[in-house]
C-alpha cells in the first residue's frame, strides 16, 4: 500500500505571500497524484490531477508539479478565501484503491 | 449542473445496519465510477469503496470489506451503501464522489455528505 505523507501540517502566512505545501509518496506513482481543498464545513474541491493538470474552473494561481514521489501544490500569491485543509491523493495501479494524505492546514495570519 | 446528493445517514448502534444513497442528476450517470468517501470528525479522507459504471466490479478499502456493500441502480441514477456490522470507528460524514471524466483516478464532483454516527 502506498502512503501519501503531507508537510507541513500546517502552514500560517500572510495574504499575497507564496505558499508550498508537500506530498511524498512511499514509492513512485508516476504522476497520478491530485490535489484537493476543503474549507471547513464543505466536501472535498479537486484542483490539481496528474500533478500538474487544473481542474475546471481553478484559478490559475493554483498549480501543481511534481512526480514519481515528490510533488509540490504552490499557491503563488495567497487569497483570505484560500484558507482550507488542502489534500493530496493518489490511486494505485490496480485495483482501483485510492489514498489520501492527511492534509495541510492553511492559515491567513 | 452536476450535483449527487446523499440521504440515508443517522444514529445507529455498534453492530447495527444502515443503508446510504446517493441521487445523481446532470450528466449519464451510467457511464461513471463513483465511490464512497468517508471522513471521520475532525480527521482526514478515507476512500471507502467504488464500483464500475456497469455495477460488474466492486472494490473495497479493508476495514469495510465483508460488511460494507456498494452497488448501483442506473435507471434510478443512484448510488447505494449498505452498510452491516457497523463500528464506532465508522462514525463520519460519508461522501459519494463521482470519477473525474475519462479516468478511474480522482473525484471531480462530490456529494455535500451524510454523516452516520455509531454509539449506544
Known amino acids: 500500500e502506498i502512503v501519501l505523507t503531507q508537510s507541513p501540517a500546517t502552514l500560517s502566512l500572510s495574504p499575497g505571500e507564496r505558499a508550498t505545501l508537500s506530498c511524498r509518496a512511499s514509492?513512485?506513482?508516476?504522476?497520478?497524484l491530485a490535489w484537493y481543498q476543503q474549507k471547513p464545513g464543505q466536501a472535498p474541491r479537486l484542483l490539481i490531477y496528474?500533478?500538474?493538470n487544473r481542474a475546471t474552473g481553478i484559478p490559475g494561481r493554483f498549480s501543481g508539479s511534481g512526480s514519481g514521489t515528490d510533488f509540490t501544490l504552490t499557491i503563488s500569491s495567497l487569497q483570505p478565501e484560500d484558507i482550507a485543509v488542502y489534500y493530496c491523493q493518489q490511486r494505485g495501479k490496480w485495483p482501483p484503491w485510492y489514498t489520501f494524505g492527511q492534509g495541510t492546514k492553511l492559515e491567513i495570519k | 449542473e452536476v450535483q449527487l446528493m446523499e440521504s440515508g445517514g443517522g444514529l445507529v448502534q455498534p453492530g447495527g445496519s444502515l443503508r446510504l444513497s446517493c441521487t445523481a442528476s446532470?450528466?449519464?450517470?451510467?457511464?461513471?465510477?463513483m465511490s464512497w468517501v468517508r471522513q471521520a470528525p475532525g480527521k482526514g479522507l478515507e476512500w471507502v469503496a467504488n464500483?464500475?459504471?456497469?455495477?460488474?466490479?466492486?472494490y473495497y478499502v479493508d476495514s469495510v470489506k465483508g460488511r460494507f456493500i456498494i452497488s448501483r441502480d442506473n435507471a434510478k441514477n443512484s448510488l447505494y451503501l449498505q452498510m452491516n456490522s457497523l463500528r464506532a470507528e465508522d462514525t463520519a460524514v460519508y461522501y459519494c464522489?463521482?470519477?473525474?471524466?475519462?479516468?478511474?483516478?480522482?473525484?471531480?464532483?462530490w456529494g455535500q455528505g451524510t454523516l452516520v454516527t455509531v454509539s449506544s
Open positions: 464500483i464500475k459504471p456497469d455495477g460488474s466490479e466492486t
Open positions: 514509492q513512485s506513482v508516476s504522476s497520478f
Open positions: 446532470g450528466f449519464t450517470f451510467r457511464t461513471y465510477w
Open positions: 464522489a463521482r470519477d473525474l471524466t475519462g479516468t478511474v483516478a480522482y473525484f471531480d464532483y
Open positions: 496528474d500533478a500538474s
